[in-house]
């Protein structure tokens, strides 16, 4: 099976991680690295999607006490580098600019998108793959449950368009 790491991320979320968005602590991973073989998925893929989980876990680690005051810092612009626009296209780049516009995502959570995005391997990823991205990445960041609802809600709506 030739599935990225986000297809496998996306299984995994549809499939086990729905009703508990953390992954299992690494001890633990035993029977779901088993389900994910006999699902079809490469063990190198397997490694790759835990490796990142938890990596975006750690992450979360930075922001976890989010400034007081944090609305009254001024607005930043935020400049893609080259290698940040060839892998996320306009429409991803987009819609990470609206759901930090609307409260969504707070600049460093934006950040936390775009390297766990990057750190993906993919050479390119659409909106709807950013969607995911953005989707697992508040799964793992505590205290972002009611942007996590909220993005769930968004990427499981019919159509899923942008916000607007």
């Not at 959570?109 to 969607?131: C, H, M, Q, W, Y």
């Not at 697992?136 to 607007?164: C, K, N, Q």
Request: negative net charge; glycine residues 4%.
């Amino acid at each position: 099976m030739k599935e990225t790491v986000l297809d496998l991320l996306m299984y995994l979320f549809e499939n086990h991680m729905e009703e508990e968005p953390q992954l299992p602590a690494a001890h633990l991973r035993g029977e779901l690295h088993q389900k994910l073989v006999v699902a079809g998925f490469d063990q190198e893929a397997i490694h790759r999607a835990f490796a990142w989980l938890d990596e975006a876990r750690e992450a979360k680690a930075f922001s976890a006490h989010p400034a007081a005051n944090a609305e009254e810092r001024p607005r930043a612009m935020r400049f893609y580098a080259p290698e940040e626009m060839a892998i996320l296209d306009i429409d991803a780049r987009g819609l990470l600019l609206e759901l930090e516009e609307i409260g969504v995502l707070s600049a460093e959570t934006r950040e936390a998108v775009i390297e766990r995005a990057l750190a993906l391997g993919n050479d390119e990823l659409d909106v709807e793959d950013i969607k995911w991205v953005i989707l697992l990445v508040l799964s793992a960041r505590p205290g972002e449950e009611s942007a996590f609802t909220w993005m769930e809600d968004f990427v499981f709506a019919d159509g899923g368009e942008y916000i607007h």
